[in-house]
């Protein structure tokens, strides 16, 4: 069992930053892909990044290419979403999960692939 913890969230001014971080428990940390999603009022829960075991396959959206990045620091049990250049459209809940079955430089996209969740954090852009 893994328990994924999220804070960082906020209001923001558009054009501002903010930085997302996840806390792991748990001994495999180090062998879970690791997502970023979000889920705006209305609207279905996405994708926003993700990252393989190794760190070494990224993956993000096209609505946050080149303004969003995702780390992990497996030592620390812990992943990040650096996410610069906020606009009003990135409002919402963000939540971090985790994927048992990917190797160590696989990455998936779908929500389903993911066994364990976090709680969200609320992340909101002011224009």
């Known amino acids: 069992q893994v328990r994924l913890v999220e804070s960082g969230g906020g209001l923001v001014q558009a054009g501002g930053s903010l930085r997302l971080s996840c806390a792991a428990s748990g001994r495999t940390f180090s062998t879970y892909a690791m997502g970023w999603f979000r889920q705006a009022p209305g609207k279905e829960r996405e994708i926003v990044a993700t990252?393989?075991?190794?760190?070494?396959?990224?993956y993000y959206a096209d609505s946050v290419k080149g303004r969003f990045t995702i780390s992990r620091d497996n030592a620390k049990n812990t992943v990040n979403l650096q996410m610069n250049s906020l606009k009003p459209e990135d409002t919402a809940v963000y939540y971090c999960?985790?994927?048992?079955?990917?190797?160590?430089?696989?990455?998936?996209?779908?929500?389903?692939?993911?066994?364990?969740w976090g709680q969200g954090t609320q992340v909101t852009v002011s224009s």
């Open positions: 999960a985790a994927d048992r079955f990917q190797g160590p430089q696989s990455i998936a996209t779908a929500a389903s692939n993911y066994d364990y």
């Open positions: 990252i393989s075991w190794t760190g070494g396959r990224l």
